[in-house]
Every structure is written in structure tokens, then in C-alpha cells.
């Protein structure tokens, strides 16, 4: 199931933020390094806007991590807050 755009800017949003705490630096020093103003980062750090391919491109070199794996960790972060499915929720009538 592909998760609706609201879902997926969360997640991403949750990613940036643990990835850029991982490494140490503050939002207005990633947002300096990757020309985005800082009231930008933060809406997209919290999943309130979305973003061009550019703008996740260069997101992910300051982070230090590839485009791949900040996609994947976003990909993951919403499975990891899905509702699980009960063994009676099979889908079918």
C-alpha cells in the first residue's frame, strides 16, 4: 500500500531529524549548508510541506547519507507506525 503524502512527510520529516541528531549538527547549520532557509527545514522536518527531488537530493548530502537511504528510512519509518493487521483482518468478505 503506498502511503499518502501526508503519512510519507511525516516519516520523512522524523528521519531528517533523527539523522541530522545522529550526526550533531543544528537545523539552522543544515539549512545554511544546503541553501534552505531554516523556516523551510523545519516545516519539513515536521511533515508539513513536501519537497522537490532537489531539494531531498541536497537534504541527504548534508546529512551525509545517500538519496537511496534516506528514501528507504522513510519507507521504513512508516512501516514502523502502521497499525499492525490481527490475524482476523484478512481483507476479504
Do not use: F, K
Not at 38 to 66: D, F, K, W
Not at 69 to 82: C, G, K, N, Q, V
Amino acid at each position: 500500500m503506498i502511503a499518502p503524502d501526508t503519512e510519507w512527510n511525516r516519516a520523512l520529516g522524523r528521519v531528517i531529524r533523527r539523522e541530522r541528531e545522529i550526526i550533531g549538527i543544528r537545523q539552522s547549520d543544515l539549512s545554511q549548508e544546503i541553501g534552505l532557509g531554516i523556516n523551510s527545514l523545519g516545516r519539513l522536518e515536521r511533515g508539513e510541506n513536501s519537497c522537490y527531488i532537489h531539494t531531498l537530493r541536497a537534504v541527504a548530502e548534508g546529512l551525509q547519507i545517500s538519496i537511496i537511504d534516506l528514501i528507504s528510512a522513510t519507507d521504513r519509518e512508516i512501516e514502523r507506525h502502521r497499525p499492525r493487521r490481527t490475524a482476523n483482518s484478512t481483507g476479504s468478505d
